[in-house]
């Protein structure tokens, strides 16, 4: 299976473990499936650590550097956001507002992964990509 990551999980995967389920940590640590990290998660990262907003418990608080590099030295293989991926976001149903989880949802869909999420915001797509989302 190829599974693509989203940002929460790629932070809990390297510093909270302990928050993702079993199911899930058992198809990450399974070595028959490729694992996908993206760009723009690694950009998402990068943004929210230099907004100047007070950090809150739930705020994605990692080094998107170290993390990039922490992956790839753990065998995740980046994706790129390309051109058929941003198309495919703005196509998307306007159920979820944020656009790095928009262009998730769509590189998932475009690539034929299995996006891994705790987002109850993607459960929401009804379309036929549904099947990519896995709940974590």
């Known amino acids: 299976m190829r599974l ?3 940002t929460h999980v790629l932070v ?18 399974d070595p028959a499936n490729d694992l996908f990290f993206s760009s723009a998660s690694i950009w998402e ?14 705020d994605l608080q990692a080094d998107s550097r170290l993390l990039q590099r922490q992956l ?11 051109g058929d991926h941003g198309v495919t976001a703005a ?12 262009i998730l949802i769509a590189q998932a869909e475009v690539e034929g992964l299995v996006l891994l999420t705790a987002d ?17």
């Open 4 to 6: 693509l990551l989203d």
């Open 12 to 29: 809990w995967v390297a510093e909270q473990p302990s928050r993702i389920l079993p199911t899930a940590q058992a198809l990450i640590e």
């Open 45 to 58: 990262l990068a943004v929210k650590a230099n907004l100047a907003r007070a950090p809150r418990p739930d």
């Open 72 to 82: 790839i030295a753990n065998g995740y293989t980046e994706l790129p956001v390309t």
């Open 91 to 102: 196509e998307l149903p306007p159920i979820h507002k944020d656009p790095f989880d928009r």
């Open 120 to 136: 109850s915001m993607i459960w929401k797509y009804h379309t036929p990509f549904r099947r990519h989302i896995e709940k974590i």
